[in-house]
């Protein structure tokens, strides 16, 4: 099994117990909207930190140190005329 398989397999596991968990609060915990919503907002963060590393790592850098240059970067680009 290559890399490309193992990250998918981490991509499709966190999928499915996000959806699980989600169906969880709703069906059995009664949860309203606005929990559903938060809950998909963090997941979407979580996501993202984890797609910055793998793309961090790709590249041979450290993951959190790869962060603050994105953020920088893109600061620059957008005060260039």
Do not use: H, N
Request: aromatic share 8%; hydrophobic share 55%; charged share 20%.
């Amino acid at each position: 099994m290559d890399q490309a398989d193992k990250w998918r397999r981490v991509d499709l596991t966190l999928a499915i117990s996000a959806a699980v968990i989600v169906a969880y609060g709703v069906l059995v915990l009664d949860w309203s909207v606005f929990v559903v919503v938060a809950l998909f907002c963090v997941l979407k963060l979580v996501f993202d930190v984890a797609s910055v590393s793998k793309a961090s790592i790709g590249k041979g850098r450290a993951p959190l140190l790869s962060v603050p240059r994105l953020i920088i970067s893109q600061e620059d680009d957008a005060t260039r005329p």
